[in-house]
């Protein structure tokens, strides 16, 4: 088994608990592969007892890798699938750091993680994804996201106006400071702090929520992820910013959406026993009542 290694920085007192995963891998003849900034990071603090293999490109990994480990937050999550692609390579998320809703290993679980990752204690949960498509080819290659598209003003001025057609159809016109548009793993995100609702995995849903609505009576719209969304954009601004999970890009006022469903998935590891249903109630402490 070959494991590649992604991560960031953190902070001085994470570094214990990657050399814990380090040998642990180790002691179990697990080949590691690291990225090659995040070797960088930890090279003068981490102790390998052999070389690992170091990778770079997206390319690099396909038929080489048997899991991903993504080292940190959910943040760093979202920027590991634009290595793993469309390459079909599940992906593990070890928590660094507080809340981890996609990175639900914690710290302390890393050796029981592991060891029931080699038992064969596991499932692969089948994430979807949004597809963007600008005339400008804003995001490139990596036009997809796993949690959300937003829709922000570029500066602390004025309002915006987002017009939303699904399949062609005007669904409304958005006064507001933004627009989200989330997957339902992206409904436990921003699309949950403006409000939204929490979407399970497996619905094939999409849900459109306004930031900060002038209308009050607008509320999140949840609708099939078959559709295809048209956003254009008006204001008192000539640009505006453009969110691909933890990308930006800026768009011009007459820059014409397009959103659709990515037509690959993401694979995540849970472990047996873990679903969709515990993690919302551990992380949103749900049940944490006297009554219970």
Not at 177 to 196: E, F, K, R
């Amino acid at each position: 088994m070959r494991i590649a290694l992604f991560g960031k920085t953190f902070n001085d007192d994470r570094f214990f608990y990657l050399q814990q995963l380090v040998e642990i891998l180790e002691r179990n003849k697990i080949s590691i592969m690291i990225y090659s900034p995040f070797m960088k990071f930890v090279k003068e603090r981490i102790k390998f007892k052999d070389n690992p293999f170091i990778f770079s490109e997206h390319h690099e990994l396909p038929g080489k890798v048997d899991f991903m480990f993504s080292i940190g937050g959910d943040g760093t999550m979202l920027d590991a699938i634009t290595l793993i692609r469309d390459s079909g390579i599940p992906l593990m998320g070890i928590n660094l750091g507080r809340m981890g809703f996609l990175s639900s290993i914690s710290k302390e679980e890393i050796n029981q993680a592991v060891n029931a990752l080699i038992r064969g204690e596991y499932t692969l949960e089948k994430r979807a994804m949004l597809s963007v498509e600008t005339p400008q080819h804003l995001f490139g290659e990596i036009n997809y996201a796993l949690n959300e598209l937003t829709v922000n003003k570029k500066d602390t001025g004025s309002m915006i106006l987002v017009h939303v057609y699904i399949d062609n159809m005007l669904l409304n016109s958005y006064w507001a400071d933004g627009l989200i548009i989330a997957t339902p793993t992206g409904s436990t995100a921003y699309s949950l702090s403006c409000n939204g609702p929490i979407i399970t995995p497996d619905s094939e849903n999409f849900v459109i929520t306004p930031i900060a609505t002038h209308n009050l009576t607008v509320r999140p719209v949840v609708i099939t992820d078959k559709s295809i969304i048209k956003l254009k954009v008006e204001g008192r601004m000539s640009q505006y910013l453009v969110g691909l999970d933890s990308r930006t890009a800026i768009i011009d006022a007459d820059t014409e959406i397009i959103v659709k469903k990515e037509t690959f998935y993401i694979n995540l590891v849970q472990r047996m026993g873990d679903n969709f249903f515990t993690t919302i109630r551990q992380k949103l402490l749900w049940g944490r009542d006297v009554r219970n």
